[in-house]
């Protein structure tokens, strides 16, 4: 039906950025919320950001004014740029895209997942 494809984890210094992506294809017709979650080894899967189809943003504590969400729905892809990365940033991130695949009737996908590991 609907895959999602992650990318641009990787290991970074503290301080440094990343950007991470999350492409879908298939069968959409369109893309609502999208958002980003982490999970840190040892830890439960979290929240980071999420963005309405409106615009509406929603990001973690943790992460305000150092993350920003975005999203190009003509490419169907959501975005999450990480500037002043921290040690704690560490995790697997996951996006997670509620899609309408026809008029009225949507489903939740996620991707699977991105390493992030920043280094000390």
């Known amino acids: 039906q609907v895959q999602l494809v992650e990318s641009g984890g990787g290991l970074v210094q503290a301080g440094g950025s990343l950007r991470l992506s999350c492409a879908a294809s298939?069968?959409?017709?369109?893309?609502?919320?999208m958002g980003w979650y982490r999970q840190a080894p040892g830890k439960q899967r979290e929240l980071v950001a999420i963005?309405?189809?409106?615009?509406?943003?929603n990001y973690a504590d943790s992460v305000k004014g150092r993350f920003t969400i975005s999203r190009d729905n003509a490419k169907n892809t959501a975005y999450l740029q990480m500037n002043s990365l921290k040690p704690e940033d560490t995790g697997v991130y996951f996006c997670?895209?509620?899609?309408?695949?026809?008029?009225?009737?949507?489903?939740?996908?996620w991707g699977q997942g991105t390493q992030v590991t920043v280094s000390s």
């Open positions: 963005l309405t189809r409106g615009g509406g943003t």
């Open positions: 997670n895209l509620d899609v309408e695949l026809t008029a009225g009737y949507d489903k939740i996908f």
């Open positions: 298939g069968n959409i017709f369109k893309i609502n919320a």
